[in-house]
Nanobody, 126 residues
Framework: QVRLVESGGGLVQPGSSLKLSCVAS????????MGWFRRAPGKEREFVSA????????DSADSVKGRFAISRDNPKNTLYLQMNSLKPEDTGVYYC???????????????????WGQGTQVTVSS
């Protein structure tokens, strides 16, 4: 069992940056591949980015490539999402999620993830 708590969201102007954090407790973060998802108002939850348990493998949605960067610090049990050049369409609730790497699942399948945080709100508006 692992508990995930996100932080770092807020209200920012277009073009700004934010760094989200996700702290794990109850189990070592290094035991899981990790992902970031978001849910915009009135829309389905969508994949943002994911990283393997070791940090060696990564993937991101086309909509955020070149602007967002996922990273992890396993000794600190913390996952990060650095978001640059934010756009209004990046607005939403951002969730971190953990999945057992032994499943070999596709990272963009939200239903495959085992544990979820409560989310942190990101609002990009002028």
């Amino acid at each position: 069992q692992v508990r995930l708590v996100e932080s770092g969201g807020g209200l920012v102007q277009p073009g700004s940056s934010l760094k989200l954090s996700c702290v794990a407790s109850g189990s070592a973060l290094s035991a899981f591949d990790m992902g970031w998802f978001r849910r915009a108002p009135g829309k389905e939850r969508e994949f943002v980015s994911a990283i393997s348990w070791s940090g060696e493998g990564q993937d991101s949605a086309d909509s955020v490539k070149g602007r967002f960067a996922i990273s992890r610090d396993n000794p600190k049990n913390t996952l990060y999402l650095q978001m640059n050049s934010l756009k209004p369409e990046d607005t939403g609730v951002y969730y971190c999620a953990a999945v057992d790497p032994r499943k070999g699942t596709r990272w963009d399948f939200a239903s495959e993830y085992d544990y979820w945080g409560q989310g942190t709100q990101v609002t990009v508006s002028s």
